[in-house]
């Protein structure tokens, strides 16, 4: 599909609502590679298939709506990063853009570490067995009890994000007669060009401490005297969604600049900075992601000058990518329902999910693709917008795009690169169930996280 300006005499309906026009692609049954996670393909009936299963079959056994997650292509992904980056550098997955135990595991297995920000995460992660000095601790108000919990667990970095908890922080882990591993989160004054929601390291937003103003050279000069506290490192992340390298760059600069500060001040080279995460990934074909390799060597490359323009060894660096990793590896698969065409405007496709599987649609005016995967179809293309079952007209999972004009309801829908944010953002708005997300790895598919069940919702509701 290509968005494009006005050509000649695109239909009133097809101008989309920021101004563009979207081209059906020459052959809606073809999926673009880039949206889809690596072994998706269509079988010798045109049915989509993952790790070797078909869709409908996948429907058949695990219901719909659904996530199915590509395992062969999550750790594919895993070693792509963690080979990019190599020995001298640390890969962390962001767990908060997809979580579960069998998740932890490939994690363990691939060789990367894991980045947490809430009790529940690490739970998770301590639970499948992650090693405690693999994981790092995040968030920019975490309580007493995940501090002492994860100090307790002897995790490997914890993340400062204020001067409270600089203090907090060293006060448990001297409670508890440790020396907790810490890097300070700072705020590099970057304008990420991603959504406002996600983007981190503007000045006006909650997380970190800036540079600006000394504030950041004055956290660690407070880290560094306190006993409880081994500062490691500087972390900055700079926002979500990023295609653009040149933030990251700045980003890496300033913090670079802020270690020979530090130096000048103290005598202390600190080893480590992390550039967090944030790389973008394909949720259209018209999105260009960076592969990791370009990543690791652009970074790699300005850290490396930076350090030795200040004279400094170069620290160890670590990144943070989460939807990088798994936002690729899933898609859902929903069923449609009801095909309802509104005259000279679009067709709207209703399926049996919605905003409680994937919220990013409404929240952050997310683009997504979407294809037909039950069957092909030579159908002249339809504008469609896909929505779910839910109770507002916001309830949007796809806004444009182009569908067979045969759909018709039972009919597979599936959308892809929905590996990222979609059921850790999952909600019970209208008390929906929370679908399920099934591995799929070499024709075999396994739930990993479960269906909800009418009975899990009640068993909360204790009233
Ligand atoms: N490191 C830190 C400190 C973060 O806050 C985040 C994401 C990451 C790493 C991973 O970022 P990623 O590589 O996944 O972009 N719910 C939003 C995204 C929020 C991201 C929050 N922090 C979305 O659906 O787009």
């Known amino acids: 599909m290509s968005r494009s300006a006005h050509p000649a005499g695109p239909r009133h309906a097809d101008v989309m609502s920021d101004g563009h026009y979207l081209a059906p692609a020459d052959d809606l049954n073809v999926l673009d590679e880039k949206v889809w996670s690596r072994t998706v393909t269509r079988d010798e009936h045109g049915a989509v298939t993952v790790g070797g299963l078909t869709v409908s079959r996948l429907a058949e056994e695990f219901g719909t709506p659904a996530y199915f997650l590509d395992e062969a292509d999550f750790r594919a992904r895993c070693r792509a990063w963690s080979d990019a980056f190599g020995p001298g550098a640390d890969v962390f997955y962001a767990g908060k853009a997809f979580l579960s135990r069998a998740v932890v595991r490939w994690l363990r297995e691939e ?8 009790g529940g995460e690490l739970a998770t992660a301590l639970d499948a067995g992650m090693p405690a000095e693999r994981i790092a601790f995040h968030g920019n108000n975490k309580t ?3 501090i002492e919990r994860a100090v307790a667990a002897g995790v490997g970095r914890i993340v400062l994000d204020s001067f409270q908890e600089i203090v907090r922080v060293a006060h448990i882990a001297q409670g508890l007669g440790k020396r907790q591993r810490v890097q300070i ?4 004054g970057v304008e990420a060009h991603t959504h406002e929601f996600i983007a981190t390291a503007h000045e006006d937003q909650k997380f970190g401490i800036a540079l ?8 660690v000069r407070r880290a560094l005297t306190l006993d409880g506290l081994e500062l490691v490192g500087i972390h900055s992340h700079i926002g979500s969604q990023i295609f653009d390298m040149a933030g990251f760059e700045v980003s890496a600069r300033r913090v670079v600049q802020l270690l020979a500060e530090v130096r000048d001040e103290h005598g202390v080279e600190l080893p480590e900075i992390d550039l967090g995460g944030g790389l973008g990934i394909a949720y259209t074909s018209e999105d260009d992601p960076r592969e990791p390799h370009e990543i690791a060597k652009s970074l790699g490359d300005i ?20 939807r990088a990793i798994v936002g690729p590896t899933a898609f859902t698969l929903y069923e449609v329902g009801t095909v309802k065409p509104l005259e000279g405007l679009r067709t709207y ?10 919220i990013r649609t ?8 979407v294809a037909l995967a039950s069957r092909t179809s030579d159908a002249e293309p339809m504008l469609v917008r896909v929505v779910g079952k839910h109770c507002e007209s916001g309830d949007i999972v796809v806004k444009d795009a182009y569908l067979p004009s045969d759909l018709a309801p039972g009919d597979l829908i599936a959308v892809p690169a929905t590996g990222a944010y979609c059921r850790s953002m999952a909600s019970n708005y209208n008390h929906a169930l929370r679908p399920p997300v099934v591995a799929v790895r070499d024709g075999e598919a396994r739930v990993i996280v479960r269906r909800e069940t009418e009975e899990d919702l009640l068993r909360l509701d204790v009233g």
Request: charged letters at 25%.
């Open 185 to 188: 989160r700072v705020t590099v």
């Open 303 to 322: 850290v490396t000058r930076e350090c030795e323009a200040a004279g400094l060894a170069t620290p160890r660096i670590s990144v943070e990518p989460g």
């Open 111 to 118: 060789g990367l570490n894991l980045d947490v920000c809430s």
């Open 349 to 358: 496709v209703s399926v049996d999910g919605g905003m409680s599987d994937n």
């Open 144 to 146: 007493v009890e995940e």
């Open 212 to 219: 600006a103003g000394g504030q950041a050279a004055e956290a």
């Open 362 to 369: 409404a929240l952050y005016d997310a683009e997504y693709s």
